[in-house]
């Protein structure tokens, strides 16, 4: 049974860093496609940054140069670096995994089979 468990969240000033991480266990971080999204309250989940089984990355644009993927498989486990944070990064962060996933795919939230239960992301100015 595949779970994911986020953390690292919290609160944190404009310009500041967090990294999540997302530990995933019921299968090996690299032999799924696994990415991070955010819902805002009221808006619709968006895809932050993703990783292809073949070790390729890629990020939205409204976050690129201040947001990093990676994974490590020996921990299973997903992490996000987020540095120069800003308000409108404000959201519940989710990391995700998919079995079948195809490149342009990757920041759809909809291709995604398996969700973590998320974590909070604040952003103060």
């Known amino acids: 049974q595949v779970q994911l468990v986020e953390s690292g969240g919290g609160s944190v000033q404009s310009g500041g860093s967090l990294t999540l991480s997302c530990a995933a266990s019921g299968y090996t971080v690299g032999s799924y496609c696994m990415g991070w999204f955010r819902q805002a309250p009221g808006k619709e989940r968006e895809g932050v940054a993703a990783?292809?089984?073949?070790?390729?990355?890629i990020v939205a644009y409204a976050v690129k140069g201040r947001f990093t993927i990676s994974q490590d498989s020996a921990k299973n486990t997903l992490y996000l670096q987020m540095n120069s944070l800003k308000p409108e990064d404000t959201a519940m962060y989710y990391c995700?995994?998919?079995?079948?996933?195809?490149?342009?795919?990757?920041?759809?939230?909809?291709?995604?089979?398996?969700w973590g239960q998320g974590t909070q992301v604040t952003v103060s100015s």
């Open positions: 995700a995994a998919a079995g079948s996933c195809s490149w342009w795919s990757l920041l759809l939230h909809t291709h995604y089979n398996y």
């Open positions: 990783i292809h089984k073949d070790g390729s990355t």
